[in-house]
């Protein structure tokens, strides 16, 4: 499983396909996605900066993760 706490990154790897398989907002945000040679992929491209998707998708999967942060932010409080 790779643990990521860069938000944006996490947008981009839903909006290519990724999943995450975990979500945790204490003591912060973290997401985790299970580990697989594609999704290495997609971190080197984002990181070097290449990494391209559409922009559709892109604002589509900030709105569906901002959604499940506010729900896990609600079930914790």
Known sequence: MTEITDYFLAVYLLAVGEAITELRVQPQEVFCF????SLQQHIAAYRADTALVNPKIFARKIMELRQQLKQHYDATA
């Open 34 to 37: 299970a580990d697989s040679p």
